[in-house]
Nanobody
Framework: VQLQASGGGLVQAGDSLRLSCAASGGTFSVRATGWFRQAPGKEREFVATINLSGSTIYYADSVKGRFTISKNNAKNTVYLAMNSLKPEDTAVYYC??????????????????WGQGTQVTVSS
């Protein structure tokens, strides 16, 4: 499964962005997927995850209420809508997928497939 993340950019604090993650060679309809991020000099951290059908979602406390993860299984794409962006949201954002029929997880070690990352920079 190949994942392609896109949609990053340079924005100001308070702005919004929507990231997309498209899959090829596999389908999101049988996979839990997640978004992670890595800021300069920091370890990669969990952001959000969504299950096969989109009925179960879990967020990191730092983004709860501001970010929304969603998926369109017909388009084989997962999204991360980011609102009220803060400078501390600046990071490379990665999408990831688990092996088929596994549940959601905030543990990056449980994800088998990773996209290349897309840079999000939020200026103050």
């Amino acid at each position: 499964v190949q994942l392609q993340a896109s949609g990053g950019g340079l924005v100001q604090a308070g702005d919004s962005l929507r990231l997309s993650c498209a899959a090829s060679g596999g389908t999101f309809s049988v996979r839990a997927t997640g978004w992670f991020r890595q800021a300069p000099g920091k370890e990669r951290e969990f952001v959000a995850t969504i299950n096969l059908s989109g009925s179960t979602i879990y967020y990191a406390d730092s983004v709860k209420g501001r970010f929304t993860i969603s998926k369109n299984n017909a388009k084989n794409t997962v999204y991360l809508a980011m609102n009220s962006l803060k400078p501390e949201d600046t990071a490379v954002y990665y999408c990831a997928a688990r092996r088929p029929y596994h549940s959601i997880s905030s543990n990056e070690g449980e994800y088998a497939y990773w996209g290349q990352g897309t840079q999000v920079t939020v200026s103050s």
